[in-house]
């Protein structure tokens, strides 16, 4: 990879903390693989429901002398239950299958033996998930609403949480069986599982997020630097969901990158698919602002930059809080237009004086620039630690305590 002497007069960080932007990073190289599928999902709703209690039987012994014996008719198996499970080489919530149901029960069998127990059903999900129940309300029976209820949250790999038990196995005929009643030929069918909607939610979508309005080059920023390969062109929301790519560096460490769909103005106020959108940049630890050094809507840079971080502050204030970067790309196009570069310096030195944010000169396309913002990320994400996870009630409750500041 180049080193970024091809724009020479733009190494400027405006923080103390990226004294490692051109130094090291050159000589740090990253490489890639491919992470998530393409149908990654961050919040998912799914059926789950026990497996049925096999049946009870109802036979009765036999031999020479007693043509219909004692009831000896087993107890139907256990429902399987199905658990949640937190997995470290799960990378997804499950995005195609909606209804998971335990395995039932066996039905009882002769000489009074138990039926089989079902197979429990084990959704696997990645560490970090919230599991959450759906219910009904019953606070007003015309119009029910629905509720939450968080059954827990899966951090470690292995951890696990009962989401619906099985149903209990029907009783044989020998379980009624009593000596001063004649046999009974009776037994009881299998009971059914619980079934129960639960929400699954990724606390955390990625460690890093590309922030920015439609046609920055976010997608291709993302591709440039791992091996997701979300879809790239000419024109704004090009990208409606997140993606996802890893960016691993030396060490074996790697940290997570999404690139979200671009922003619009007056996105904090829910215009077009606004909070959805920023909902997805909540729950990431690390913000890039990505800037088209051309602008955005006949916007210069500054102004590119200042609106964004509008919209982003006005949805939540806490959010221009977190560390952030800006990433000033298609710094390519200074090769053609001169004016673009003393442009980018005029930003460089207008933002030197008004805040601490270090700027990073890249171009997504011709993969220029690039090590030096991933060096800068990498030490960040260390820093920050992997264990903070941004979730739904952590932001809530961020929203509430800034908005109690102001
Ligand atoms: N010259 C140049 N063009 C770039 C660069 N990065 C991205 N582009 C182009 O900019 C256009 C938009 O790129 P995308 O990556 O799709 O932009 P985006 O920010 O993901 O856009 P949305 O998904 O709509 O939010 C594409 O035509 C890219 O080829 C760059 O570094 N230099
Ligand atoms: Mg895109």
Known sequence: MKPLLWYPRLLVPSSPTTHLQVSAASSVCFSSRRFFSSRWVDRVRIVVSGGSGGPGLSTFTRDRNHECGAPDGGNGGRGGNVYIESRTDCKSLPSSQKKFRGESGGTGGRYCKDGANGEDYIIRVPCGTL?????????????????????????????????????????????????????????EQGFEGQTRVIELELKSIADVGLVGFPNAGKSCLLRAISHAKPKVAPYPFTTLRPYLGVVQAPGGDSFTCADIPGLVQGAFENRGLGHDFLRHIERTSILVYVIDIVGYDDLDIAATFHILRREVEMYNPSLVRRPSVIALNKM?????????????????????????????????????????????????????????????????????????VE
């Open 131 to 187: 599991v959450k129940a759906v219910f009904e309300s019953e606070t007003s029976s015309d119009h029910p609403s629905r509720g939450m209820a968080i059954l827990g949250d899966l951090n470690q790999d292995g951890e696990r949480i009962l989401v619906a038990s099985g149903g209990k196995g029907g009783r044989g005929n020998h379980s009624f069986h009593n000596s001063r009643k004649k046999p009974i030929d009776f037994c």
């Open 332 to 404: 390519d196009l200074i090769k053609t237009d001169t004016r673009l570069l003393e442009m980018c310096e005029n930003f460089v030195h207008e933002m030197s004086h008004e805040e601490d944010i270090p700027i990073f000169p890249v171009s997504a396309q011709e993969r220029l620039g690039l090590s030096p913002l991933l060096s800068y990320l990498h030490e960040m994400v260390a820093r920050i630690g992997k264990r903070h996870r941004w979730s739904s009630s952590d932001v809530e409750f961020e929203r509430v305590l800034s908005h109690l």
